[in-house]
T-cell receptor, first 113, second 112 residues
Framework: GQQLNQSPQSMFIQEGEDVSMNCTSS?????WLWYKQDPGEGPVLLIA???AGELTSNGRLTAQFGITRKDSFLNISASIPSDVGIYFC?????????????WGLGTSLAVNP | EAQVTQNPRYLITVTGKKLTVTCSQN?????MSWYRQDPGLGLRQIYY???????DKGDVPEGYKVSRKEKRNFPLILESPSPNQTSLYFC???????????FGPGTRLTVL
């Protein structure tokens, strides 16, 4: 099935650094979602975006819905050890009954205390 | 506590031996779904259910069956497991048309 291009694939940073990751698609989406998966657990929704250009924050996390509607960005400021995990983007191009999501392959984040 | 539970969390089995992974949610959600997660392939939807007795195929349904006899339960059935079904499986649920999917803790399945 269709997948999003999520980058970078992995990051290893020092505690306190800021982090940026992004997702791009060849098709236009009307919803972008960002999830985090902690080791040994299922993904948890962090931020949902519904409008082109929208900028939404959740604590130290900020995500943006790209104006072209083909990309989205997630930033984490002042990283801490508990930010470790895999971050997934997911997008949806139409509101069908399934509201099917297209998933990125994830960005694995490691934080050195 | 609102949650999605899966059992078992870990399972090692042999080719051809039928197995069922159970999924239960206590949030009265209409929508439930099964995913498998594989390295380099991300999350892929296997089956989903919009409500009781309503199920449909996702992206990778081959080799799997599901049923939705009750709102809270959505078991995943592998009638004749094969090694290519070795994977990490997640059940998820959500309320109606909302975006917040609640994922279970995952079931790591190994088929020898």
């Amino acid at each position: 099935g269709q997948q999003l291009n999520q980058s970078p694939q992995s990051m290893f940073i020092q505690e306190g650094e800021d982090v940026s990751m992004n997702c791009t698609s060849s098709s236009i989406f009307n919803t972008w979602l960002w999830y985090k998966q902690d080791p040994g657990e299922g993904p948890v929704l962090l931020i949902a975006l519904y409008k082109a250009g929208e900028l939404t924050s959740n604590g130290r996390l900020t995500a943006q819905f790209g104006i072209t509607r083909k990309d989205s960005f997630l930033n984490i400021s002042a990283s801490i050890p508990s930010d470790v995990g895999i971050y997934f983007c997911a997008g949806r191009s139409h509101a069908g009954n399934n509201r099917k999501l297209i998933w990125g392959l994830g960005t694995s984040l490691a934080v050195n205390p | 506590e609102a949650q999605v539970t899966q059992n078992p969390r870990y399972l090692i089995t042999v080719t051809g031996k039928k197995l069922t992974v159970t999924c239960s949610q206590n949030m009265n959600h209409e929508y439930m779904s099964w995913y498998r997660q594989d390295p380099g392939l991300g999350l892929r939807q296997i089956y989903y259910s919009m409500n009781v007795e309503v199920t449909d195929k996702g992206d990778v349904p081959e080799g799997y069956k599901v049923s939705r006899k009750e709102k809270r339960n959505f078991p995943l059935i592998l009638e004749s497991p094969s090694p290519n079904q070795t994977s990490l499986y997640f059940c998820a649920s959500r309320l109606g048309q909302t975006d917040t999917q609640y994922f279970g803790p995952g079931t790591r399945l190994t088929v020898l």
